[in-house]
């Protein structure tokens, strides 16, 4: 801010002395100033430009600072919200095998180790070779897993029903919490959780009272009167 005050106050004393000094006044000198400087760094052409060569060496020196300026505000800004990398250490088998400082272990008596028992070479065989034991199930261990004590060798479909073991509806309902959940939302939780039998039993036929039809009467009152009423001014009409 205090660069751009500057060069406006420096840019609109040169052109103010070169229009003395050339017999060439400028009016206004202060507000083009303004205008050449924060078109310039914006990026955008101005339609009045010095007459001058001291006032257009100094708008291409202000503008090629400009450039410089905002290309770096720029990458800046595209600095500050591009996501940071994150390195995946293990990202494939031949990662696993090839590092040291996590140990790694195969779930007893699961698919994944007859697979990597079976294998005869390469990282596959490895695994199994230099694997730091077993364990009993990836569910059951998954807080050591998730503290870091060692990595857990599991198939895609024994995780899915790890993890849809937390968010099951069942689980919610058999906690009360679906109940609880009805009783704060819905004014007739009551009537909702009651099963259909029991709410058939306590239904009994009544007929319906005037009450009950006022809002039709009402609605065909108003409607008689809107005719009656059309229909005389459509006479008076006529008449006149």
Sequence with gaps: MLSLVVVCLVFAFVVWKEGQLTGRPVRNVVSKAMIWVLKALTQESCEHLPKTNGGRVLVSTWLLASLVFMSSYSGILTAMITVPRVLVPIDSVEDLVNQRDMPWRIEAGSMMFQYFQAATGGAKKA??????????????????????????????????????????????????????WLQLEIRNTSQCLQPPSALRSGITVSGLTLDAFIGCLLLLAGDHCAQAHLQLCTQNTAVL
């Design 127 to 180: 695994v199994f070779d230099h694997r730091a034991g077993e364990f009993h199930d990836c569910w059951e261990d998954r807080q050591p897993i998730a503290n870091g004590e060692f990595a857990a060798i599991c198939d895609d479909i024994t995780m899915m029903k790890a993890m849809s073991w937390d968010f099951r509806i069942h689980r919610v309902t058999e906690a009360g919490i679906f109940n609880k």
